[in-house]
């Protein structure tokens, strides 16, 4: 039987994630830097994936990385995701990497192994929107070069390297400098989505399945943007929680009141059977189980609606104060709403997961 609760190792990883982000990923800090032309934090990132190594948890030992499992990679998610963390983690150190988990040949080795070590961000070239499975657009490829353009990249202004799928079915590499990257307007500003034009841009050769590579990248996407969003949603719980405990009206505590009660307590467990749906596509991710399938599709199906219901109430309940700026209830909101249509909306998923156990609607 499978044990979805947490490790020791785990709770360990945890509190050492959790620790670094008090330090050095704080509200403030992070509303300043969406203001700037620089949402991404490089110090940051620099400490969580050369620091502690978090980069290359999925990749082997022999090949620079941690030789870790999606659960590790799923607690290091959930506090991201509470601290809204401007980082291209989930980008770089899972879907990028995923991606070339799913291919043979020198040049998947080597970058690999460059994104182990945290010094090299990698970016799949594919729609933030995309669904695992689904269609996706591609460029063409002619005389060694990639020629189009792509939107809605996440973290493509990030990005060192970009693994870009093409017309003729192969996935290429492509340097960032050789492209250009133009920031696209996008709802949350600590994931930034760009448009990626490639005229000529030199392109080397990772694997000539891209389907099958993008394909799993995303559905690691899929599963573990659960985890993401589980952490957000137990930090508004969590915070709004303290504020109504806090607050006072008619000189008593806010929290106090039944009917403001029964929605917390509504969202608690909300959160509780996220947390569920959120280990389970985790656990199996980490196991290569058969119904791996079946519990993503779960997991983000239930994951995004909640993690936005959280936000909102969040926002709500915190009043006067949630509305502005400087409050950062907003940037978990913004973050929720992006990540509801992020590797596939909650619908696409109950679809999926409609012919994955045989219920088609009539």
Not at 49 to 70: C, F, I, K, R
Not at 177 to 187: F, G, K, R
Not at 211 to 218: C, I, N, S
Request: contains cysteine; glycine residues 8%.
């Amino acid at each position: 039987m499978t044990d979805l609760l947490y490790t020791e190792e785990e709770e360990a990883l945890r509190a050492a994630v959790r620790d670094l982000l008090t330090d050095h990923c704080d509200a403030p800090g992070v509303i300043a830097r969406t203001e700037s032309g620089t949402p991404h934090d490089p110090q940051l990132w620099k400490s969580l994936s050369v620091g502690m190594g978090l980069a290359g948890l999925l990749v082997p030992e022999a090949q620079g990385g941690q030789g870790a499992t999606h659960r590790e990679v799923a607690v290091v998610l959930e506090e991201l995701g509470r601290a809204v963390a401007p980082v291209p983690y989930l980008t770089s150190a899972v879907v990028a990497t995923e991606a070339l988990l799913a291919c043979d040949g020198e040049e998947a080795a080597r970058l690999l192994t460059a994104l182990a070590s945290g010094r090299t961000v990698g970016a799949l070239a594919v729609s933030l929107a995309t669904a695992p499975g689904a269609p996706f657009k591609a460029v063409r490829h002619e005389g060694g070069a990639l020629h189009g353009e792509l939107t809605g990249i996440a973290e493509a202004v990030a990005a060192d390297v970009l693994l870009v799928p093409a017309e003729d079915g192969a996935l290429y590499a492509v340097d960032a400098d050789a492209v250009t990257v133009t920031a696209q307007v996008s709802l949350d500003l600590t994931r930034p989505v760009a448009k990626v034009t490639f005229d000529g841009a030199p392109a080397r050769l990772v694997t000539s399945d891209a389907p099958t590579a993008v394909r799993r990248a995303l559905r690691a996407g899929a599963g573990l943007l659960a985890s993401e969003q589980l952490g957000l949603a137990d930090w508004t719980l969590t915070e709004t929680v303290r504020y109504l405990k806090e607050r006072k009206q008619f000189n008593r505590p806010v929290g106090g009141f039944q009917a403001l009660k029964h929605r917390l307590a509504q969202l608690w467990l909300e959160v509780v059977n996220t947390r569920a749906a959120a280990r389970n596509a985790a656990d199996a991710l980490a196991h290569g189980s058969e119904d791996a399938d079946v519990s993503i599709a779960v997991a983000q199906a239930y994951a995004a609606p909640v993690a936005v219901h959280a936000a909102e109430e969040a926002l709500q309940l915190h009043a006067g104060i949630g509305m502005t700026w400087e409050h950062p209830v907003h940037l978990y909101l913004k973050r929720a709403k992006a990540d509801s249509i992020a590797y596939g909306t909650a619908g696409a998923h109950r679809e999926a997961l409609a012919g994955l156990v045989d219920l088609q609607a009539p």
